[in-house]
């Protein structure tokens, strides 16, 4: 059986990639579809708001791995503060 990785915030799938490259499995949750060109999720994605989501909505797939990458321009704190002036 293969390990499987939950991929939050995917995007087009870059930690998926290279998870698939070495034999994992992949369930990818975003807001939205991303697609540019040819460029798509590689994995099997589940549009979905990360922040409705628990540790037992992802208990039945039972993932080895969990990884983030959240869109650091929303989530960033100091804003202008970090722009050099």
């Not at 650091?72 to 970090?82: E, N």
Request: proline share 7%.
């Amino acid at each position: 059986m293969k390990p499987l990785v939950i991929d939050l915030c995917c995007g087009l799938g870059g930690w998926t990639r290279g998870f698939l490259s070495e034999g994992w499995e992949a369930i990818g949750f975003d807001i939205e579809k991303h697609e540019y060109g040819d460029k798509r999720y590689p994995g099997e994605l589940i549009l979905r708001d990360i922040t409705t989501l628990c540790g037992y909505d992802l208990r039945c797939v039972n993932p080895a791995l969990v990884v983030a990458s959240p869109p650091c321009q929303k989530l960033l704190v100091y804003g202008d503060a970090l722009e050099p002036r």
